[in-house]
């Protein structure tokens, strides 16, 4: 494929700038232990002694099409799937590798159904893909002075990235992960990435090969975000990204604070789940993406599209903006039946509580605005919204230090 039928950069990742949420998926062979998707390696398990676990992963209850309907119903716009993590288990029909569902208990691709149950749901597909395989005999050559064994391993990365690429029908986003010791010389990520856009010419690619690429991700904590270009949050609702039996979870609140937050800096929320053996999602996981449903029929609209906002302060709690609109989450406290914010250069049309037909009063003097006619308490447990629509695009004024 010529390189002018890649698509260009603004309409590639028109798509994931709009979506701001999506499920990520750590599922493979270490649900089995339930200790978490490090588990190979924390324990210092030889390769020989974790390989038998795949034919004893049988997955008998897997169904991509409820994993689909869950992230829509939280809200969702997009999933990506775990196709091999570090341990170099693939779940899908490598032709490279021995150790794959297909060939060991599952007896099935199971990347396959989930790519088919992602665009029956109108979700888009992601592919995360691990660069390092702790299983591979050549896993770390370049470090050892091995340079024909890298250049054999490179052969088989790239491999299983074209497989995947090439098989699946469209792939909207490649999530790479674990680069380790490499740089991006080190992976020949320029000729890899090149590799996935001439068969996928609308996929955006994260920044893990040791190139920015399309987008960002920050993981776990919220320390940098590269500001001016694409970025997303990836999250674990307990403590691990893969099942594990005995990790307490992240409130409903805390899901909900963390996606307005991030959406606020312009970000993406990439929420996981780390489905059990049998391909079920448990059901603390299933109750807070229900309950983030809920909150998001009602509040979408201050999410989806949305960016960061003009404002530096405000009492109440998160604010994006999208358009000539403001959305004030009001989730770190409720006000009453007025409250008052300030530095809004604008003139406003408009004020509302979303999910009501509630029109709300305003009125302003200098820097200073103040909304009334809010009910005593707040529609929605999980906070509520309020939409100020203004003359234009939302602008601020100077704020005195």
């Known amino acids: 494929m010529a390189k002018r039928d890649i698509v260009p950069y603004e309409d590639r990742i028109r798509w994931f700038a ?3 949420f999506g499920m990520f998926i750590h599922w493979g062979v270490y649900s089995l232990l339930a200790r978490g998707e490090w588990v190979m390696n924390r324990e210092r398990t030889p390769f020989a002694e974790y390989r038998p676990l795949a034919e004893r992963f049988s997955p008998t209850r897997y169904d991509p099409n409820e994993w689909a309907k869950l992230a829509r119903q939280a809200g969702m716009r997009y999933m990506v799937l775990t196709t091999r993590h570090h341990d170099g288990f693939c779940l899908w029909d490598s032709k490279l590798s021995d150790f794959t569902a297909q060939k060991t208990g599952a007896k099935r691709d199971l990347v396959a159904e989930y790519a088919a149950a992602c665009r029956k749901h109108g979700l888009k597909v992601g592919f995360y893909y691990s660069l390092k395989d702790w299983g591979h005999p050549d896993w770390l050559a370049l470090q050892e002075g091995r340079m024909t064994d890298h250049k054999r391993f490179l052969s088989y990365i790239h491999g ?3 497989e995947l690429c090439t098989n699946y029908g469209k792939v909207d986003l490649l999530w790479y992960d674990g680069p380790g010791p490499y740089d ?5 990520s320029k000729r890899l990435n090149a590799m996935a ?5 609308h996929i955006v690619i994260n920044d893990r090969s040791r190139l920015p690429e399309d987008f960002s991700t920050v993981e776990q904590h919220l320390s940098h975000v590269q500001a001016g270009r694409p970025w997303e949050f990836c999250l674990t609702m307990n403590e691990n990204w893969g099942y594990a039996k005995r990790s307490p979870y992240k409130s409903t609140q805390q899901i909900i604070d963390t996606l307005t937050l991030v959406v606020a800096r ?3 929320l990439l929420l996981n789940v780390g489905p059990k053996p049998d391909g079920t999602i448990p059901a603390e996981s299933v109750k807070r993406l ?6 998001m029929k009602v509040n979408s609209e201050s999410i989806y599209g949305c960016t960061s906002h003009p404002l530096q302060w405000t009492n109440y709690g998160r604010v994006t903006t999208k358009g000539n609109a403001l959305y004030i989450h009001m989730s770190k406290s409720w006000p009453g039946k007025e409250f008052v914010t300030a530095g809004l250069k604008n003139k406003v049309r408009s004020a509302q509580l979303l999910g009501t037909k509630r029109r709300l009063k305003t009125r302003t003097s200098d820097v200073r605005m103040w909304i009334s006619g809010l009910p005593d308490k707040p529609p929605h ?3 509520s919204v309020i939409k100020i629509t203004t003359q234009g695009k939302p602008e601020a004024t100077p704020y005195p230090q």
């Open 290 to 295: 229900k309950e983030v449903g809920d909150w």
């Open 18 to 20: 709009e979506a701001r």
């Open 160 to 162: 299983q990235v074209r």
């Open 184 to 188: 991006a010389a080190g992976w020949e």
């Open 197 to 201: 856009r001439r068969l996928q010419p």
């Open 266 to 268: 312009g970000g993406n």
């Open 381 to 383: 447990r999980h906070g």
